[in-house]
């Protein structure tokens, strides 16, 4: 049975990233607040297994999977390593407890998306009308760009 739209969540990790999560959950009718820029709450989330965590982009990708800036989190794991898996294919079910949803493409327009199929999967059992697939997903990098925050908000 797909999801309900309260146990989805869309993590960014920089600014305009999080314009494209909001953006995309608006597509398909879920509120904004089911969007978050807090890597503490994403963490949270993910550890759960009671919310389907969808990493928008490359940044909340590293972050959840590599944590490569070294941000405070509730493990205290150290810099560099999480103890999170990061999932590619669609789903319409909760993940395991430390598993997310890799929704990062090659460029924000793939994140896009990516996103939109996941997200559209995740709701309803299948991807979007007349879509086969969606777009590749990227790997994770282990670099922190000084750009990021561990909290970002909507510059909207």
């Known amino acids: 049975m797909p999801l309900a739209g309260?146990?989805?969540?869309?993590?960014?990790?920089?600014?305009?990233?999080?314009?494209?999560?909001?953006?995309m959950a608006a597509l398909v009718n879920l509120p904004a607040q089911q969007v978050t820029g807090q890597f503490t709450s994403a963490w949270l989330m993910v550890s759960s297994g009671q919310h389907l965590v969808l990493a928008v982009g490359g940044p909340a990708l590293?972050?959840?999977?590599?944590?490569?800036?070294?941000?405070?989190?509730?493990?205290?794991?150290?810099?560099?390593?999480?103890?999170?898996?990061?999932?590619?294919?669609?789903?319409?079910?909760?993940?395991?407890?430390?598993?997310?949803?890799?929704?990062?493409?090659?460029?924000?327009?793939?994140t896009a998306l990516r996103t939109y199929y996941l997200l559209t999967y995740a709701l309803t059992g299948q991807g979007p009308p007349g879509w086969a697939a969606p777009p590749p997903a990227v790997a994770p990098s282990r670099y922190c760009l000084s750009t990021l925050s561990p909290q970002v908000g909507c510059p909207c």
């Open 6 to 23: 309260p146990e989805i969540i869309l993590y960014a990790a920089d600014p305009i990233d999080y314009q494209l999560a909001v953006g």
């Open 62 to 110: 590293a972050a959840l999977y590599y944590n490569p800036c070294g941000w405070a989190n509730p493990a205290q794991s150290p810099p560099g390593s999480t103890p999170f898996v990061a999932i590619s294919q669609p789903q319409a079910t909760l993940p395991p407890a430390n598993q997310f949803l890799n929704a990062a493409g090659q460029d924000r327009g793939q």
